[in-house]
């Protein structure tokens, strides 16, 4: 029997990857290709135009809080109904459709075979169609807006009955569409997951082992695993759900022996884990910064890689604490109280782990880096506050007030926006051929993460006064009604536009670098890496000659070599060998 | 510390007050500490001309401790955390003390209606008292509430007692308050409901038990019991209606 790897570079190779036989049409390049790194593209220019809409949707929901009743510039009056479409469709967007193709698909797509010394994707046209499908459903989902009735507004969990019966929500139509373009997106990655993982079990370069693996190609496959478990139970709930809707089943029915709760369990038991599906590439998107930056080797490479799968386990068993109040046995919440507690403890070993790797580092604050900095600055804030929510006495009063907005939100603003950028300033140069302007990056870089922190910590002091969640309109609630908190949603929101402005900076940046950036060279950053060994950007086919890997990723600053640096691939020359 | 941003009007809300003051204590603490190492790392280790980067992989003895010891503390604190936390929890949620009251309280799109004794101090009978919007309960009494739904999911919200209960439909699921503090306060539906759930707003008045007894000879007097309730069988049609305008 072959190795692994070998058998395949024989199959990626059977379909015609040879680098050189180019002469295609736009279609076949650029919207039926089979290449990762084509779809990588296809999946990170889709998931920025929705994170736009999504940014977009926030926009008008927070002008609605700040000056409710105004008309809001660029969309007009907002409508109960259209208030609650408009938070529902921001979760939904910015989650599954921002959040799991950009870090998710896109990074893993274009990272996993080349940092693996792979040719392509083991299954390269199953990752055309997970993407084919995930366009899909995003186009559905943005249909719902059109339809009758309007998008659907019961919130991005989507609890029946609410969500079953069109009486209930008056958005028939859109629930229904809600619930397809979720499920499809689900089918697109599991399909995408599928082929991260036997990927890069089956696809390593020769001499690449377990231990070698960068950190982020770990964290995607993890994550990859961990959404491939969950999603199960949460399809065949979207499916009954549709039945509910479509064919008058009573799944979710109390009145033909159905159960409303059944519905939040299935939800909260793929929701949970989802957490860590959108937080551990980011996470690994830092790993790999940080090292290069800090020109240090992770501080225990295998610390990390045990406390992530103890983390993906535990987050099986702490789905619960999103129903602490949702009128399950109070003795339940007893044991998800202890469990979710207990996921801090993997976690923040793994926080201290990259603050610890930068001691004895020589630290370049080059843009990429104060993005992943700033990640571990802020996902601190998200870190703790979670303690409150997950302690169930506390819980009963923070629950479904903003205070559990502001929390989630310096979760997955710093996974998801932070660690995007983070991600594309480090590898747009192995993506584009030319380095970004540092200037303009710094610029959005303080922009973004002090407007970030404008919008978000106001909403910490509002919720902990009381204010409930996905309320367009404060006003029948003398308590909410003080002036001191109207001016504080009025200061979140002035972030909201602070955050957008600074938006276009980056934008500026992305297409003029695109032209008249310098030209980036092979490595730039001078990393270990193997995507780094290849020409920016990668031809068709990634290798010209399939790598053979020496060593671990983080060979910074090893003792006894003249450069500060020691690629996967560099073979040891007989001096080293009798320097080390 | 909560007590800044929201008045405290129940018996339990001191204890969750307190819970929310411990943790705040104990992860702030971390959390500054977790900064302020991170931002002296930077600091300290920034690139300068002739400091060589050293070569630590993390994986000595020596350096292990780093990572083991705050791993102990972490579990330390969270056992501070959760033994609080749960008994707050026991006492607020799932053991309840004797009802000296008990109130039925109901949840449909998008109105909070209450059902309560009238003077015979019985539930289920003709002089049961009916509010809309308005629930009117005695202060330092032991009340249970009994939540239910008519439609979709909804949540029974009153942040002055700290308390938060989801009605759900198809299930009574009952709870318990003890106010201790007269006053007017904010019911709200902190579960989405659907297009009306920003106007489903309530009040809870509690008052003094000589306030509570005028209250209820105002609301079951006669006339206003003849000008509402049409004549019926069930009792609880015949009940008194006091229809509350906001």
Known sequence: MTTPATGAHAHAGSHGHEPGHHETSFFHKYLWSTDHKMIAMQYLFTGAALALIGGYLAYVFRMQLAFPGHVVPGYGLVTPNRYNSLVTIHGSIMIFWVAMPVLVAAFGNFLIPLMIGCDDMVFPRINRLSYQIFLLSALILLSSFLVKGGAFGGAWTSYPPLSAKGIYNLSPLGSTLWLVAVALEFVAFLLGGLNFIVTTMNGRAPGMRMWDIPVVVWMIVIASVLFMASVGPLIAGAIMLLFDQRLGTGFFDPGRGGDPLLWQHLFWFFGHPEVYVVLLPALGIVAEIITVFARKKLFGYRTILYTTWATGVLSFVVWAHHQFIAGIDPRMANVFTITTLLISVPITEMIFVYIATLYGGSIQFTTPMLWALSFIAEFLIGGVTGIFLGASGADIYFHDTYFVVAHFHYTFFPSAIIGMFAGLTFWYPKMFGRMLNETLGKIHFWGTIIAFNMIFLPLFITGAAGDQRRIYDYALFPEQMRPELQHLRQLSTVGVMILMTFQVFFLVNFFWSLKHGKRAGENPWLSNTLEWTVPSPPPHGNFAELPTVYRGPYEYATPGRKEDYWPQNAPITPLEEGAL | ?246
């Not at chain 2, 629930?135 to 509430?145: A, D």
């Not at chain 2, 006053?183 to 539906?189: A, L, M, P, Y």
């Open chain 2, 1 to 246: 510390m909560l007590e800044r941003f929201a008045t405290g009007a129940s018996t339990y809300a001191p204890s969750i007050d307190h819970l929310i003051l411990l943790i705040a204590v104990i992860v702030g603490f971390w959390l500054i500490v977790a900064e302020i190492a991170l931002f002296w790392l930077m600091a300290r280790f920034r690139r300068r001309d002739g400091h060589a980067p050293q070569y630590v992989t993390g994986e000595e003895k020596h350096l292990t401790k780093w990572v083991t010891i705050p791993h102990f503390l972490v579990i330390a604190c969270d056992l501070v955390i959760i033994v609080p936390a749960i008994l707050v929890w026991m006492n607020v949620k799932q053991t309840l003390p004797p009802a000296q009251e008990t109130v039925r309280v109901f949840s449909q799109q998008w109105a909070w209606s209450f059902q309560q004794p009238g003077p015979d101090g019985i539930l289920d009978t003709a002089d049961d008292i009916r509010t809309v919007g308005e629930l009117h309960v005695k202060e330092n009494t032991v009340y249970h509430f009994e939540l239910r739904s008519r439609d979709v999911l909804h949540s029974f919200s009153v942040p002055v007692f700290r308390l938060k209960q989801d009605a759900v439909p198809g299930r009574t699921i009952v709870g318990w308050f003890k106010a201790t503090r007269t006053g007017t306060f904010d019911i709200q539906c902190t579960q989405m409901c659907g297009m009306g759930h920003g106007l489903m707003a309530g009040r809870i008045v509690v008052e003094t038990p000589q306030q509570h007894a005028a209250w209820m000879k105002r609301v079951s007097s006669p006339a206003l019991a003849a000008s509402v309730a049409p004549s019926s069988d069930t009792a609880a049609d015949n009940s008194k209606i006091a229809e509350v305008s906001r």
